[in-house]
């Protein structure tokens, strides 16, 4: 299959084009690789664009002299499948069209099926910019990347980032996960590790023989009870962080006063810190410096869980919003002008952290509702990948 | 195999050979069929024994018209085999005796190996007994039983108990495990049931949208710290409660605020309380009475739980230690006499209980250290053996 254009269509027409093309080819995590050859060859055939391929993903730019570069990046994969593939049309008045959409947009068609927010209209609508933005007032590079929606390691723009630092260098990026096409920007750290909780397992029959970690756990869940969420302003917006137990375990058998208990900790951190100054609020300093991934247990000399043996899982850094730069500035301008919408904090961890770390600042933009990701009725109107190219092609055209 | 006595020999000489042939026939919990056969061929060539057999359960009795009943009650089954089998006599001064065994027997030969403890010592001093106890003052019924050393529900004492009550009446009985020729003295009671905490899952980016399962544990782990283990007098033996933690789990993914976690809780009580009583104090009377096993999850209206979910594991009863009857008060006087010990509190469930439950008052009292039951170094020194038929040929004979 190859994606095709027809630029006599009206833009909507060719939007939905695109977005159809694009939502037949199943591209669950790990099998991303056809429709990344389909987006290859699609972008190869624009005269315009310089592409090149990393594994999975693919890189297309103009190189056309402009003194500012932005950078337009999309996931290709998808979370599996629930009955949801393969996507289709829904005409106004159809029953399976969400009563919020329904009511927000009671003439549109709708998108339905996996990926249909998360994220490929925001996808479509970069694949007709690469197309038709041939005058562009800067240079722009597009990433279409891979494996976003499973574990880091996999992740196509942080191989690509490592590999190929040079190819996605600019001075402001957009990430097209779901917004509603409004402004997230930044976002929240996060990290994940286990507090830990020895003891002297016994027979549970002469208990006092032994020294049971379940109930000294008591003490670390009533830290985190007494944990107070912070909200935290980062150049205009607000960050709410977050300490949480998302994971518990315990004990070695029902009649066994168990030697051990671990509390798996995920903990949420504004981009107004480091990773290394969050970590240093769990654990202490010492600890923060000697607990990376990998490395075991330590025990904690102070912060939160001060005196627990601490096991780091997983470490991700802030990322500021970096909407202070002159070019952010205007499209802040133009999307509260078009859509009526103010800049507001991301929470969750997402990619822009990624340029964030190569200096590039970088928001989240796209078309669909957030709330609807990964749902299985995962659905977008038609008129959102409207207003999102309408926002770009003002901006950058 | 048949197992062979030749009376013409010295008492110590009797026992000793009995157990070496029981010892040698292998019998792990399912695979005590072939000892049975063994043991049943030996019991019905007794002319004053009625033998009956119930799956691989063995019970023989003298029916001499006496006013009162003991019952000697043995399992044949050893748990797992850990390079103890076959098994060996040590003779005094093998490195393989254990110190404190060398120290306190110092010419005895040692029977070493799987079972030698628990409880094939004690099962080889009631076939001697069965065998030469042709007058006794009482009337003897003798049980040989399997699958004691796992689930419950296969337990031979068990199922005969259900299935043929009549055949293990009496007025008292003694199993024989391991006690060191001491008196063990009824059992606390056990139950094991799930505390379930409910929350509402959320991304762990946006905690404050659901609630945190977990972190309303805590709340159940400091009533359980907060529980103070009671020491309970009954029949004049002390008996030590408890209730602990002995699993905990819960979460549904490293990024999820958990909407479950279950603190598996273990409360062993003491023999002043029926099973209705103690449940009560756990979960409530109204809770008590619906929360039957395999009945699902209800809500504690009462008791250290009062508010949570409850879903019983597993339940078995108290026994009292029934040392005021006037013929226990007997053997008291004479295991005083002899090795010097009162009678102690069992904290542990064992089998005693389900006399108990017949109406049959039940202590354990058996050959052996009990420290050394499913010890790889399972040994007992031959006079441990002797010690044991002499107290109940005098109190029997």
């Known amino acids: 299959m190859t994606i095709t254009l027809d630029n006599t269509e009206a833009q ?134 891979d494996h976003e929606e499973v574990a880091a390691e996999k992740n196509g723009l942080r191989k690509v980032a490592e590999a190929h630092p040079d190819w996605i260098q600019g001075d402001f990026a957009i990430i097209g996960e779901p917004t509603g096409c409004g402004i997230e920007g930044g976002c929240n750290g996060t990290m994940r590790f286990d507090v830990i909780a020895h003891g002297v397992a016994a027979h549970s029959a002469r208990a006092w023989m032994g020294d049971n970690a379940i109930h000294k756990v008591a003490d670390v869940l009533n830290r985190l009870n007494a944990y107070e969420p912070a909200d935290i302003e980062v150049d205009g917006l607000t960050y709410r962080e977050g300490v949480n137990a998302t994971l518990i375990s315990g004990g070695n058998g029902t009649n066994v006063i168990p030697d051990w208990c671990r509390v798996h900790v995920n903990y949420r951190f504004a981009p107004d810190k480091t990773l290394a100054e969050a970590k240093a609020l769990m654990m202490g300093e010492e600890t923060a410096a000697a607990a990376q991934l990998g490395n075991g247990e330590h025990e904690a000399t102070g912060g939160m869980f001060a005196g627990y043996g601490i096991e780091m899982k997983d470490e991700s850094p802030s990322a500021r919003p970096g909407l202070t730069a002159p070019l952010a500035a205007d499209l802040v301008r133009l999307v509260k002008e078009r859509t009526g919408r103010d800049p507001l904090a991301k929470l969750g961890w997402t990619d822009v952290a990624r340029f964030s770390q190569l200096g590039v600042p970088a928001v989240n933009l796209g078309a669909g509702d957030p709330l609807l990701a990964h749902k299985h009725d995962e659905q977008v109107p038609e008129s959102d990948l409207v207003q999102l190219a309408d926002i770009l092609q003002e901006w950058l055209g």
Not at 22 to 50: C, K, N, R, W
Not at 69 to 79: E, M, N, P, Q, S
């Open 12 to 145: 909507g027409n060719q939007l939905n084009a695109l977005l159809t093309q694009i939502m037949e080819q199943y591209s669950v995590s790990d099998e991303e690789g056809p429709l990344t050859d389909e987006v290859e060859a699609f972008l190869a055939a624009q005269p315009h664009l310089t592409v090149r391929r990393h594994g999975d993903t693919v890189v297309a730019s103009t190189n056309l002299g402009r003194q500012n570069r932005v950078i337009l990046a999309g996931h290709l994969d998808t979370v599996p499948v629930i009955d949801n593939f393969p996507p289709r049309w829904l005409e106004p008045g159809d029953p399976a069209i969400r009563s919020e959409i329904a009511e927000a947009h009671p003439n549109d068609r709708v998108m339905w099926g996996r990926g249909a927010t998360d994220m490929k209209s925001s996808d479509a609508v970069m694949l007709y910019l690469a197309a038709t933005l041939t005058e562009p007032k800067v240079d722009l590079t597009y990433v279409f990347y």
